[in-house]
């Protein structure tokens, strides 16, 4: 183990999909998808210091548990370490819960980029992604740490896209709690809803090329699905567009929504329209 002692503190970004199209379902019953994915500046703080066991605390306390994805992650690399090492992690929440996000994703691929060096487990980069896809199909886009990129697969296959053009992203978070809410969604396509991935790779094709995206370029298959999935969604959507917003979409598997503003000042003066409804929502900005 190296012998640092100070603790070491690390931003775990969120994300969103700006394309999120399923191409069909596959033998393993996971869905083939193909998505433009793209980190922002809404983040969580993962502190880590060495200590006798993996012990986690956090501001949010129903996330001190060993089902967090920081656990499992820790316990992943705690395997091949001979003495079984131990962690102190201390989680600070920035990104909302269950909100489509990818916040506790994020949280893992972190975890596991710290502790492969904190105890010099030195896993390759090839390595540390297949460790990332046995804990979930988004840990492997966060573990790559390119802010950009297009997912393939169950989504653990990702290819690096230059970053876009700095854009401004505003989010509303409505009070919407749905349990499984990702096997839901999935249970809730049919045939119809398969595409060609043709939106992500006109996405991709306009990123490589420089250009800026906007709201119009993005698409969410279960833009459709959501409404009828989370209630009362539909009303924070019009909420959302009489706010300013031009186009809103799905935040993953939601219920997070989203979009993509020209400037710091749009996105400002959508935030404080929202906020005048008390409606929880955010400005961020891709990194």
Known sequence: MSPESKPIARKAHAKINLTLEVLGKRQDGYHEIISVMQAISLCDVLAFEPHDHLHLAS??????????????????????????????????????????????????????????????????????????????????????????????????????????????????????????????????????????????????????????????????????LAVSLFPGLEHYRREFLAAGAGEVHLAGAGPMLFTLVDGRGDGEGILQRLRSQRVEAYLAQTV
């Open 59 to 224: 501001d949010v306390a129903e996330l001190v548990s060993p089902n967090n994805l920081v656990c499992k992650a820790a316990k992943l690399m705690q395997y091949p370490v001979k003495g079984s090492p131990g962690v102190a992690i201390t989680l600070s929440k920035g990104i909302p819960l269950a909100s489509g996000l990818g916040g506790g994703s994020s949280d893992a691929a972190v975890t596991l980029q710290v502790l492969n060096k904190m105890w010099d487990v030195n896993l390759p980069r090839k390595r540390l992604i297949e460790a990332a896809a046995q804990l979930g199909s988004d840990v492997a886009f966060f573990v790559r740490s390119n802010p950009t990129a297009l997912a393939t697969g169950r989504g653990e296959k990702v290819e690096a896209l230059p970053s876009p053009p700095r854009t401004w992203v505003v989010l509303l978070r409505p009070p919407i709690e749905l349990a499984n809410k990702t096997r839901e969604m999935y249970a809730r396509l049919d045939t119809s809803c398969f595409t060609r991935g043709q939106h992500a790779r006109r996405l991709a094709r306009s990123i490589r090329a420089g250009e800026r995206i906007t709201s119009r370029q993005c698409f969410n298959v279960f833009d459709p």
